[in-house]
């Protein structure tokens, strides 16, 4: 248990939404300081892990690192062991160092099971590193597309830094996408302080439900995305109202390419656009500030989704399913 889980950003965000009572009950239950034994057996089988990091200017990122089942170990509650290391060209292996803090979301798409764990890295080897836990806690089920995993061995192609624009093939992936993962941070990130350290978490959507607006004549894009009812945590808005930069990550399920993106973030509170779509609660604005396209870069191809039936009462920008 832990005894003040939040930080001062999470508390403004769940008491806008009203919801702060309930949550300060219910807050030290839900998130621990060890790692109870269904999380380690999920995270054990697993074959892949997304991480939130932060870069050298402090900017978050969402990464994945994948290997087969069994490469993430716990060898106590308080740890996680992960025998591998980000591959070259993910923004994490320039990050990762003894003490930097981490995010970590473990997801089993075709059982929905997701369980997260905030920590900082213990150390750190040409083997793989270790995670210490400052925080643990699981997520429920909702919005997750159930997908199956297979392994690919494909080997990726080198990675395709893009700057402040998005290519067609960019824009493309988030136009059709129904999942993507999202890195936040505290105001002042600092180990062993798991109300103030790095977050990423899961959204989901039917496909089309992130909007690309993209200035022809600055090349500067900007993604919209819906907020739906969650956990009332606000671990994500509540990082964002702290600190406007968010890290995002988005996959192509049958070919493994890999789109991360940095950007600046601001809520959208209420307003006629976010009236117009349909379940959105609040929307997200994430102002691209560097792109990173990696063509194959997960190893894993999945199965076509069986949409999360709450999205049966959302919409999408585009008018796909709906």
């Not at 059982?111 to 040409?126: C, I, K, P, S, Y």
């Not at 960019?170 to 136009?175: E, K, Q, S, V």
Request: hydrophobic share 40%; proline share 8%.
């Amino acid at each position: 248990m832990t005894a003040h889980p939040f930080h001062a950003g999470e508390i403004a965000v769940q008491e806008r939404a009203g919801v702060r009572e309930r949550v300060a009950e219910m807050g030290p239950r839900m998130i621990r300081d060890a790692m109870p034994e269904q999380h380690r057996e999920l995270f054990g089988k697993l074959p892949m892990m997304l991480v939130g990091s932060l870069d050298a200017q402090g900017r978050p990122w969402s990464s994945v690192v994948a290997g087969r089942p069994g490469f993430i170990h716990a060898p106590d509650a308080q740890h996680l062991r992960f025998d591998t290391l980000p591959a070259a060209g993910d923004p994490l292996a320039r990050q990762l160092s003894v003490g930097a803090p981490l995010g970590l979301l473990g997801i089993e798409p075709h059982t929905r099971r997701r369980n997260r764990m905030n920590g900082t890295v213990a150390a750190l080897d040409e083997r793989g590193f270790t995670v210490a836990v400052d925080q643990s806690f699981g997520n429920c089920p909702q919005y997750i597309q159930a997908r199956q995993p297979s392994w690919a061995d494909a080997p990726p192609a080198p990675p395709q830094a893009l700057g402040v624009s998005l290519s067609p093939r960019a824009i493309g992936l988030i136009r059709r996408s129904d999942t993507l993962f999202i890195a936040t941070a505290a105001a002042q990130p600092r180990g062993h302080d798991g109300a103030n350290g790095v977050d990423v978490s899961h959204r989901g959507g039917r496909p089309g439900f992130v909007r690309v607006d993209a200035d022809s004549a600055t090349s500067l894009a900007t993604l919209t995305v819906p907020d739906f009812r969650g956990n009332n945590m606000f671990n994500t808005l509540g990082n964002i109202t702290a600190n406007p930069q968010a890290g995002l990550l988005f996959f192509d399920p049958a070919t493994g390419d890999v789109l991360q993106l940095t950007t600046r973030a601001q809520i959208v509170w209420d307003g006629p656009e976010l009236a117009s779509f349909e379940g959105a609660q609040r929307l997200l604005r994430l102002h691209v500030h560097e792109a990173l396209w990696r063509p194959g870069a997960m190893p894993l191809r999945w199965s076509e989704a069986q949409l999360a039936p709450q999205l049966a009462a959302t919409g999408t920008w585009h008018g796909v399913g709906a």
